[in-house]
């Protein structure tokens, strides 16, 4: 199952984690990419604070869209909540991640 914006998830197990691990490392080094062509401070290594701080904000009522708007507020970079979508197609391949509700279907954003 694709995960859209509006998808929910649910963590399959407690503890630490992060949104990166279930993401292959050459489809990581071209999301880097793809940020950076939106906010030129993104390096490689911005994603692992990031990915650990989107999982520990999943909680099986925030969408991907709120995770992720509320991830780059924190950090402070200007990316589209869309460009988070191959970290949560991994992380739910990897079955680290559920999708549980709404948006799980149809488009996946803009």
Known sequence: MTASLQSVLRRTHEGPGTAVAGTPYPELVALVER???EDGRIIFDSLRPMGDEF???IDGERSVEQIAEAVCLEFG???PPNLFLPLVDG???SGAAAIVG???EG???T
């Open 35 to 37: 940020m950076r062509a």
């Open 55 to 57: 999982w520990n904000m």
């Open 77 to 79: 970079f200007d990316l």
């Open 91 to 93: 992380i739910v391949a």
């Open 107 to 109: 488009e996946r954003g």
């Open 102 to 104: 709404a948006g799980n």
